[in-house]
Structure formats: C-alpha cells, structure tokens
C-alpha cells in the first residue's frame, strides 16, 4: 500500500498553467475551510496535528491544503470528478468484500457515504488544490479521508473515531494513489462523455434545422475567400452539421481508451498487498456503478505510468475544439458588416458591442467558441507534455492533466450550448445580399460552360472583370441567353447539383441532461 504521505517534486512544462475559473461551482459546494473552532487531533508520519472539528476530511488533507494554495481551484470545482471518487472507492470496498478482505459492516458504512457524495453531498469537504505534487496522493487522501469520516457518523461513531472505519486500512484496502488516482480521472471523464456528445447531438441539430429552412436560397461558395462556384446556404449549413457529427464520434470511439483501468495494481502495477480475484471484482463493478465497460488492464505495469487514454481523450477533445471553431469563425465572416462586409447572414444581436461606437453590436458568441477553443488546445498540449514526462514506472504528472481534460470537456459543453442557444437557432439569411452577390459575381460563369463553351465563358468573364459589371449583366446585354434560360440556369438543383432527398428534415431532439 502507499505511504501515507509521498513527498514527490511536481514540475510541469506546460503551455497552460493557470486554470481558467470561468467554469460554474457547484451549486451548493462552497470552497472554503469550515469557521475556525473546536478540533480533534489527528496523526500521521509527520506528528499530530490538529484538524477542524467539524471537518470530515482529515490530517493528510489538510496537510495538502496547507501545502499546495496555488491556483485557488479545489477539486469540488467539477462535481462529477468527486462523485468519480465516491465510485471508486465504493467500487473497491464491494470487491474487496466479495473476496473476503473487508468486514460488510465496515462496507455498510462505505455504501452510504459513497451513496451521499454520489447524490451530491458533501463535496465542501473536498478542498485540496488541483495542482499538486505526490500524483494525487492529497486528493486520494481526501477522498479517504472524507468518506471514512461520513461512514462512521452515518454509523453511530464521531468523526476520528478510525478504529471503527479507518482511511487506509478500509478506504485504501488493496489500493494506492497510482491506480485509484487516474482510474478516478477515467470515470470522472467517461460519466461525463455522454453528456458533451448529447449537446454537440443538439448543436449539429440546430445546423440541420437553419440547413432545412435555407436548402433552396443560391449563394457564392468561395475558396481562399475568393469567389468559386454556386452552392446552397442549406448546403453551406448541413455541413457545418456533418463535420460536428463527425466530432461526435470520434468523441465516442476516444471514449474507449479510457475503459482499461489498472485498480489493484497498488504501487508499481505489481498487485503489492492485493488478495485474489480483487482486481477482476473492481472492475466488474466499475463496469456495474457506470453503465460502461470499463475493464482490467491487461498489464497493469504497463498501466500505472501508460497514459494512452489520456493523450488520445484529450486529442479528440482538441478535434472538437478546432472544429467548433472553424464554424464559429465562418459565422463572424459570414455576418461581417453589416454595410461593409460580407452581410450574407445575421446573428441574433445579445449585447452592445462598443462603448464608443454607438449603434455596434459584435458577434460575441461565436468569438468566446474561439477563446474557449483556444483554452482546449492549449490544454492538450499540456496533457501531451505530463504525459511523457513521468518516470520509469509512474507518472507524477496526472493532476494537471486531469484537471485540463476536465475543465476541456466543461468548456466545451457550456460553449456548444451557448453557441446553439443564443447563436445558431436564431440566424437569419440576407437573401437580397445573396440575389446581389449572384447577379455580381463571375464565380457564376463556371456554370456558363456546358451551355456557351469554356471560349465563350472566359471572353465573358474577362469583360465583366473590366467592366466591373456582373456576368448575368453582360449576357443580359449581349442577349446570349433568355430570362426564361438565365432563369433555369439559376436553379439551385442544377446550380448546386441539389439533391434534396440527400437533406431530411431534422427530428427535434430533447434537451441534453
């Protein structure tokens, strides 16, 4: 098992080192340290040391908090990471029971205060910072420490009182930082996954529903910025959908390099202190509290220090922050102007857009997409950088890259709300400025070809160039073709080779939980 205290040097080079607060607290999970009065005295490796009376965490937690006030963000900040906690552990004490490690009284008083935390209680006792030296070891014993403590008040006893349900000897039973640390990142990240997918399932839903209403309006497509060929602004938006589709299930196939976990591996991967058949049980039972298949890892030496889930789970969260803003920044393009720009859609106005020009009004949505992107990228290149920095048969470095591919997932979920909410579902399309931009345009005259000849197309297109007119203006003028011609020529079907049966109407979609 794990020494109660592991004194390990933290250094992280990093693209990201400070942690964005922007993220929402839980809503009844306040940071701070209960007031200051009464305390029990406590032990560890170290000394006495007194503790708040009315804390539930204990010596070695509060030893972390003393120790690492650094960025001022706790790890109750993302409620779903402490209730992963309450997984694990509820998880190891039931296998740990099943094959005759632990006392079911002492799994009694775990199953109800794992239960508590699960439900959302008592995330105010976890006040270790994010960032911390030891891989974890202050959070581990935290979560010990807390739920040791909430177990033997649900079952008669006072807080301290370990000789009834003690933080290692129970709580830690078969157990070590290296394998309940990042088995909690996993859970904590794979709870969540669902959740992020089913908005972004929104979002691509929204794209399709503004996709449906403009299938049929002609507009420039353009490449390079420069006028190319005609195609549709419904086109132009299901796939926008298509390409965040396509997010979503890399999402979900990244998912499932986070399944392997290595619980009852203990220090090293060796299974040092483990009784027979607790790895296999752990697992089966994170598979039961998740709903997922999570599994044991094949070499659980390899999966102490292996951080491939890691790497690859931030990589697609990276894919999606990219994609999101490639769309977003199509839409600040597409609605520039109003007057002096490309004009072809209109965002909803949400706020005033200057405190010195008056009457301005910026596409604020789609530019926080883009700072919130930038966030996850950045937060990726550190995930990259913890991950091959580890030694030999451990990597110290998982805190910071659990709290970026948390904090990453967070964002990306509130943004993509934000962005269908007060954003996409309320576009609306300049249909003159496009009907000016096709009548203008000599991107048109591409179209010109199976009709007048490549010749005859380029002599056009070279007089509407010097002329500054537009090409329909100049066959207009030359009479080469009728109303009744330019007007079928315009058809969006054979315009823009739209195939309508290709483009369903999108089914409305319950809100995401």
Same mark, same amino acid.
């Given at each position: 098992?794990?020494?109660?205290?592991?004194?390990?040097?933290?250094?992280?080079?990093?693209?990201?080192?400070?942690?964005?607060?922007?993220?929402?607290?839980?809503?009844?999970?306040?940071?701070?340290?209960?007031?200051?009065?009464?305390?029990?005295?406590?032990?560890?490796?170290?000394?006495?040391?007194?503790?708040?009376?009315?804390?539930?965490?204990?010596?070695?937690?509060?030893?972390?908090?003393?120790?690492?006030? &650094?960025?001022?963000?706790?790890?109750?900040?993302?409620?779903?990471?402490?209730?992963?906690?309450?997984?694990?552990?509820?998880?190891?004490?039931?296998?740990?029971?099943?094959?005759?490690?632990?006392?079911?009284?002492?799994?009694? %008083?775990?199953?109800?205060?794992?239960?508590?935390?699960?439900?959302?209680?008592?995330?105010?006792?976890?006040?270790?910072?994010?960032?911390?030296?030891?891989?974890?070891?202050?959070?581990?014993?935290?979560?010990?420490?807390?739920?040791?403590?909430?177990?033997?008040?649900?079952?008669?006893?006072?807080?301290?009182?370990?000789?009834?349900?003690?933080?290692?000897?129970?709580?830690?039973?078969?157990?070590?930082?290296?394998? #309940?640390?990042? *088995?909690?990142?996993? =859970?904590?990240?794979?709870?969540?996954?669902?959740?992020?997918?089913?908005? &972004?399932?929104?979002?691509?839903?929204?794209?399709?529903?503004?996709?449906?209403?403009?299938?049929?309006?002609?507009?420039?497509?353009?490449?390079?910025?420069?006028?190319?060929?005609?195609?549709? =602004?419904?086109?132009?938006?299901?796939?926008?959908?298509?390409?965040?589709?396509?997010?979503?299930?890399?999402?979900?196939?990244?998912?499932?390099?986070?399944?392997?976990?290595?619980?009852?591996?203990?220090?090293?991967?060796?299974?040092?202190?483990?009784?027979?058949?607790?790895?296999?049980?752990?697992?089966?039972e994170l598979a039961k509290l998740t709903g997922k298949p999570i599994v044991m890892a094949d070499d659980m030496i390899a999966a102490t220090w292996e951080q491939q889930g890691f790497v690859v789970y931030s990589s697609a969260l990276k894919?999606? @922050?990219?994609?999101? #803003?490639? &769309? @977003? #920044?199509?839409?600040?393009?597409?609605?520039?102007?109003?007057?002096?720009?490309?004009?072809?859609?209109?965002?909803?106005?949400?706020?005033?857009?200057?405190?010195?020009?008056?009457?301005?009004?910026?596409?604020?949505?789609?530019?926080?997409?883009?700072c919130v992107a930038f966030r996850v990228i950045g937060n990726d290149a550190t995930v990259a950088i913890a991950s091959h920095a580890g030694q030999l048969q451990l990597n110290a470095y998982e805190p910071v890259s659990g709290i970026c591919?948390?904090?990453?997932?967070?964002?990306?979920?509130?943004?993509?709300?934000?962005?269908? *909410?007060?954003?996409?579902?309320?576009?609306?399309?300049?249909?003159?400025?496009?009907?000016?931009? %096709?009548?203008?345009?000599?991107?048109?005259?591409?179209? &010109?070809?199976?009709?007048?000849?490549?010749?005859?197309? *380029?002599?056009?297109?070279?007089?509407?160039?010097?002329?500054?007119?537009?090409?329909?203006?100049?066959?207009?003028?030359?009479?080469?073709?009728?109303?009744e011609q330019i007007k079928d020529l315009l058809d969006p079907v054979k315009l823009a080779n739209l195939d309508k049966s290709k483009y369903p109407s999108p089914k409305a979609k319950t809100q995401a939980q």
């Amino acid at each position: 098992m794990k020494l109660p205290i592991q004194v390990t040097t933290f250094v992280v080079a990093a693209t990201c080192i400070s942690v964005m607060a922007a993220a929402a607290p839980p809503k009844t999970q306040p940071k701070t340290q209960p007031k200051a009065g009464a305390t029990r005295t406590e032990h560890d490796l170290l000394g006495d040391k007194q503790v708040p009376a009315n804390a539930y965490y204990g010596v070695q937690a509060l030893r972390g908090m003393e120790n690492f006030q &650094l960025s001022g963000v706790a790890i109750n900040h993302y409620p779903g990471f402490v209730e992963a906690w309450a997984i694990v552990k509820l998880a190891a004490a039931r296998a740990n029971t099943q094959v005759g490690a632990m006392k079911p009284e002492r799994l009694a %008083m775990i199953e109800k205060a794992c239960k508590a935390i699960m439900d959302g209680k008592y995330h105010d006792q976890f006040l270790v910072d994010w960032y911390q030296g030891g891989a974890g070891t202050s959070t581990n014993m935290c979560a010990n420490e807390v739920i040791a403590n909430v177990g033997l008040e649900m079952g008669g006893h006072k807080k301290g009182e370990y000789q009834f349900l003690e933080p290692h000897d129970d709580l830690n039973m078969s157990q070590s930082t290296n394998d #309940s640390y990042p *088995t909690a990142i996993k =859970v904590a990240l794979i709870m969540r996954n669902d959740k992020l997918c089913a908005e &972004l399932e929104q979002l691509s839903a929204s794209y399709k529903k503004k996709g449906a209403e403009y299938l049929s309006i002609v507009k420039m497509g353009r490449t390079e910025l420069q006028d190319a060929v005609p195609m549709t =602004v419904g086109q132009e938006f299901y796939a926008f959908a298509a390409s965040l589709d396509a997010e979503i299930a890399l999402l979900r196939d990244a998912e499932k390099y986070l399944y392997a976990e290595n619980m009852g591996a203990t220090a090293i991967g060796t299974g040092i202190n483990v009784p027979k058949g607790y790895p296999e049980a752990c697992a089966k039972e994170l598979a039961k509290l998740t709903g997922k298949p999570i599994v044991m890892a094949d070499d659980m030496i390899a999966a102490t220090w292996e951080q491939q889930g890691f790497v690859v789970y931030s990589s697609a969260l990276k894919s999606t @922050a990219v994609k999101l #803003s490639k &769309l @977003a #920044s199509d839409l600040i393009l597409l609605a520039s102007g109003p007057r002096a720009g490309l004009a072809e859609i209109n965002l909803p106005a949400i706020q005033p857009g200057s405190s010195i020009m008056p009457g301005k009004v910026n596409p604020v949505v789609p530019e926080v997409v883009n700072c919130v992107a930038f966030r996850v990228i950045g937060n990726d290149a550190t995930v990259a950088i913890a991950s091959h920095a580890g030694q030999l048969q451990l990597n110290a470095y998982e805190p910071v890259s659990g709290i970026c591919m948390i904090e990453s997932q967070h964002l990306l979920y509130n943004v993509s709300q934000l962005l269908r *909410t007060k954003c996409v579902d309320g576009i609306t399309v300049n249909e003159k400025v496009l009907e000016h931009y %096709m009548e203008t345009t000599v991107g048109i005259v591409t179209a &010109l070809n199976p009709v007048l000849g490549y010749d005859k197309a *380029t002599e056009i297109a070279n007089e509407a160039y010097k002329s500054g007119k537009g090409v329909l203006e100049v066959i207009r003028e030359k009479k080469l073709l009728t109303e009744e011609q330019i007007k079928d020529l315009l058809d969006p079907v054979k315009l823009a080779n739209l195939d309508k049966s290709k483009y369903p109407s999108p089914k409305a979609k319950t809100q995401a939980q």
